[in-house]
Nanobody, 122 residues
Framework: QVQLVESGGGLVQTGGSLRLSCLAS????????MSWFRQGPGKEREFVAA????????YSADLVKGRSTISRDNAKNIMYLQMNSLKPEDTAVYYC???????????????WGQGTQVTVSA
């Protein structure tokens, strides 16, 4: 059974930082591209960042570019999202996803975690 478990969310003040983690099990982690998405209150799920299978190529959405870093450790089956200079508009549930390719569309992913809440106070 494939499981993706996010952690690291919480309440942070504007300008603060968080590091989100996504621990994978039940799949050959290095065979999957990984991504982070988020869904804010009343909003659709949106792409945040992606990393290819080996971790050598990353892509971030404009909304977090320059403020976030996606990385992975295939030996530990874990992916990270380091987020800095957080803003209230970053408040959302953050989800990790695993798929064959690192695409920006949610439909391109086979497996999803349950999400971790990030709340940025003004």
């Amino acid at each position: 059974q494939v499981q993706l478990v996010e952690s690291g969310g919480g309440l942070v003040q504007t300008g603060g930082s968080l590091r989100l983690s996504c621990l994978a099990s039940g799949l050959t982690f290095s065979n999957f591209a990984m991504s982070w998405f988020r869904q804010g209150p009343g909003k659709e799920r949106e792409f945040v960042a992606a990393i290819n299978k080996r971790g050598g190529t990353t892509y971030s959405a404009d909304l977090v570019k320059g403020r976030s870093t996606i990385s992975r450790d295939n030996a530990k089956n874990i992916m990270y999202l380091q987020m800095n200079s957080l803003k209230p508009e970053d408040t959302a549930v953050y989800y990790c996803a695993a798929g064959r390719y690192s695409v920006t569309a949610p439909g391109g992913y086979d497996y999803w975690g349950q999400g971790t809440q990030v709340t940025v106070s003004a």
